[in-house]
Nanobody, 121 residues
């Protein structure tokens, strides 16, 4: 069993920055991803780092968000810059990639409870 805990959400004005953290404990392949879900919408892919440290981003956040990993701590970070009101959502961290398209939530086995990010205009 892998336990996943996110932190770092909050309220920020448009154009501002936030950094989310996600720590995973337990056996893992060290692949981790970030997804987000706005009210009334489906969960969508944001960014991921897969086993060999290759990173992937949604086109919606490419150039503004950066995912990074501290392998020793089994922790990933999501640095979010130039935030927009449409980035407002609950952000979920996922761990342990089980295969398939990395943009699919079903491709990750373990999930955190989520952290709220609110961007005001």
């Amino acid at each position: 069993q892998v336990h996943v805990v996110e932190s770092g959400g909050g309220l920020v004005q448009a154009g501002g920055s936030l950094r989310l953290s996600c720590a995973a404990s337990g056996p893992s392949d060290y692949s981790m991803g970030w997804f987000r879900q706005a009210p009334g919408q489906e969960r969508e892919f944001v960014a991921a780092v897969i086993r060999n440290s290759r990173t992937y981003y949604s086109d919606l956040v490419k150039g503004r968000f950066t995912i990074s990993r501290d392998a020793a701590k089994n922790t990933v970070y999501l640095q979010m810059n130039s935030l927009k009101p449409e980035d407002t959502a609950v952000y979920f961290c996922a761990a342990h990639y089980v295969g398939g398209a990395h943009e699919r939530a079903a491709s990750f086995e373990y999930w955190g409870q989520g952290t709220q990010v609110t961007v005001s205009s």
